[in-house]
């Protein structure tokens, strides 16, 4: 069975979606991978397609013309043309494996990175397609700070060099609190690490499914009391973001050691976030039909917030929060979990320096970084709803230096735009990839 990865109209998928967004890793060999020649002439065939001059009908297998039929394709390659001009070369190809490729491909104003994928079988048609970034030729932090500060709403990142401290090598409202959405699990991973490291726990351990939460993720459709082990709720919420196994394993880890993970790992202002919430009690807080709830958690502090949840704990077991109430428009964005870009980078940096190999592993599984920036390691928690999206990259560079790359950006008045905001994240692990 083939896997389509095409979608020349979004550059990756939602931060919270399901699976790699990004082409696998090219398996470990003595000699570097070459491309097959029709990968090779397909390649060769994108410059005319996206220009609209190509053999449309010829390149392309039935499965993809059946979800991309020629009129969208033509219209997406119009808009793109539009934007960046046309397509002038192939500028570079980075094979993955012989039928599957990364490809910088040039346009008078921009280079776009491409993934291709070709069927082995003639008469080797593509397969997948997708656009996983289009930066600026003259692309640098300042002209990658005025897109940020161009954004509608609020936004902030930093690029912090790790090592002998965290320092800033780009910074944008560095400390400014951002909702984080599901990158708020990053906490709960580093507190199921430090009881793991402290022997209280095992990540052999096996604990039962608890409350259901609504998607993402896969577990609220397994059955009620189903044994899972730390270790495998840990990955679920890190590489899929999978909210029923967050919540039972930040109830099996214990709220309040949570909270104390908040501060533990470096955030300047705890506060603004604790307790931290299990991601049912987000969903029943926001829910129309506890407005007043919501609203008297906006007006408490941690302990005020804490005493709200115990006193109203039937009310919100009984609420039936829908995934239908998320639309496009945003909903109660100040009932959430909140740190800074810098409170971020500092968690990060307690993962690499104290979290082991088995919390690097797990950020790992779903590393959401372009196929060309060759980082030797990156691990990656992110997390959107409508009006939300953030982003916390740990990466290591070929020469061996590490960085942390966060951000958010965030509108109370609409949605934001996933693809717009992996471009500009994208284009800062560009900065400082060797």
């Known amino acids: 069975m083939r896997t389509l990865i095409f979608a020349l109209a979004a550059l990756a998928l939602p931060l919270a979606a399901q699976g790699q967004t990004t082409a696998p890793p090219a398996p470990a060999q003595a000699k570097p ?3 097959a020649p029709e990968l090779t002439r397909r390649i060769d065939s ?3 397609l996206i220009n609209g ?3 449309f009908e010829g390149a392309f297998d039935a499965s993809f013309k059946a979800q991309v039929p020629k009129a969208q394709f033509d219209a997406l390659g119009a808009q793109l043309r539009a934007q960046h001009g046309k397509v002038v070369g192939i500028e570079q190809v980075n094979p993955r494996t012989p039928h599957q490729a990364v490809v910088r491909v040039g346009f008078e104003k921009s280079v776009a990175t491409i993934q291709i994928v070709v069927d082995p079988a003639p008469p080797h048609p593509i397969t997948g397609l997708l656009i996983s970034q289009v930066e600026p030729r003259s692309d640098g932090f300042a002209q990658i700070e005025a897109d940020f500060r161009a954004l509608p709403g609020s936004a902030a990142y930093g690029i912090y ?3 002998d401290g ?5 910074e944008y409202r560095g400390e400014a609190a951002m909702p984080l959405g599901s990158a708020f699990k990053l906490w709960v991973l580093a507190e199921a690490v430090r009881q ?3 022997g209280t726990r095992k990540w052999s351990d096996v604990v039962k499914l608890d409350t259901r939460s609504l998607p993402s993720g896969i577990t609220q459709n397994w059955p009620s009391g189903a044994p899972v082990t730390l270790h495998s709720l840990a990955t679920l919420m890190i590489s899929i973001s999978d909210n029923t196994a967050t919540d039972t394993l930040l109830r099996a880890l214990g709220r309040d050691a949570v909270d104390a993970m908040v501060a533990r790992a470096g955030a300047s202002d705890p506060s603004v976030t604790l307790p931290v919430l299990t991601t049912i009690e987000a969903f029943q807080l926001k829910s129309p039909t506890n407005a007043d709830l919501a609203a008297a958690w906006r007006a408490a502090g941690p302990d005020g917030r804490r005493k709200l949840l115990r006193d109203h704990a039937a009310r919100l077991a009984a609420s ?3 995934a239908a109430m998320f639309g496009a428009k945003p909903l109660a964005l100040d009932v959430e979990w909140f740190a800074s870009p810098r409170d971020q980078a ?3 940096d307690w993962l690499r320096t104290r979290g082991g190999a088995e919390a690097l592993a797990i950020m790992a599984v779903n590393p959401q970084t372009p196929g060309d920036t060759g980082f030797a390691y990156a691990g990656f928690k992110g997390g959107s709803e409508p009006g939300v999206i953030y982003g916390s990259w740990l990466v290591r560079t070929r020469a061996g230096q590490w960085y942390a790359i966060t951000g958010g950006w965030t509108r109370p008045d609409a949605g934001v735009e996933t693809l717009t905001f992996m471009t500009l994240m994208q284009r800062l692990m560009r900065q400082v990839a060797d």
């Open 33 to 35: 991978i070459q491309a």
């Open 46 to 48: 994108l410059p005319a």
């Open 53 to 55: 001059t190509g053999d």
């Open 161 to 163: 060099r790790l090592g």
């Open 166 to 170: 965290r320092t800033p090598v780009a």
């Open 196 to 198: 793991v490291q402290a």
């Open 320 to 322: 039936k929060p829908d």
């Open 346 to 348: 500092a968690l990060l």
